[in-house]
Structure formats: structure tokens, C-alpha cells
């Protein structure tokens, strides 16, 4: 459900009252992309309405994204674009942080990835907020590992 990437909210809202399964897609992916500042209110609406049934689902995605991100879930989206708020939100809602994607990369390791060999668009996507994010996982991760 490409929409969720531009789409205002009022028509995502009008689209979801009449056809769309955010279950069987991959609306929760392309609400990551989102550029617009209501990227989190859309994730919520969505995951508020059956987008929690996808939240560990793999994007299976074109050739460009799987060849250097590989395809993933949410939360390695996320990860991808340096979202800690959305990060937290999509695990809040049980998103597993410890999936592969089709690469054999968590969403941490996704996120240390050198950045060398990622082309433009993807490349540019990269800032300031993708240390937040791997800050914000490596905590998960050693909690988790504190509880083994």
C-alpha cells in the first residue's frame, strides 16, 4: 500500500473503510518511509488497525532495496532511516528487534552497516538519528542478554 507513503491521512482513513488489509500487505514499511511530520500518527492509526497482525512481517520488496537493505520488516525500516521514535513504537507494539532480514541482518546490525556500498537514494537517508537508533538497540540487546 504504496499511499501511506504521500497519501494524506483522510484518504489512507477512507481507503482502510473501504478496501485495504494492512495484515496481508506491506503498509507498515512504506508508513516508515514517510516523509511527512504525522509519520508516527500513521504508524499508530495503522497498527491500531490490524497493522500489529504484520509487525514482524518481511517486506518483500524491488530489486534495489533488496540488493543493498534487503528486505525487512518495520522495524529494520526503521532502523534503515534512523527513526528511534518509530523504532520504540514498533517494538512497544511487539515487533521483534532480533528478525533477519532476507540478508541475515537484525535491525542492529542493519543500522552498523558500513554505508559505502548503498546507492542514492538510500544513501542519503542516513543521519543523525541512525546512532539513536543503535544506541536504542544495543540497550535491547543487552537487556535481553542480562535476562539469559
Partial sequence: M???????LKVIDLHMQHSASIAQGDALNHAVWRKSNDRLELMQYLL?????AAINKIRIDFYMVERYAGCSTPVHDAALVGDVEL????????ADVHIKN????TPLEQVREPLE???????RVRGRGH????EYLERLENRRA???
Fill in 146 to 148: 542480562s535476562q539469559l
Fill in 117 to 123: 556500498h548503498m546507492p542514492d537514494p538510500l544513501e
Fill in 48 to 52: 491500531d488497525r490490524g497493522g500489529r
Fill in 2 to 8: 504504496v499511499a501511506v507513503e504521500t497519501a494524506p
Fill in 131 to 134: 546512532r539513536d537508533v543503535a
Fill in 102 to 105: 532476507s540478508h541475515g541482518g
Fill in 87 to 94: 523504532a520504540k513504537l514498533l517494538v512497544a507494539n511487539s
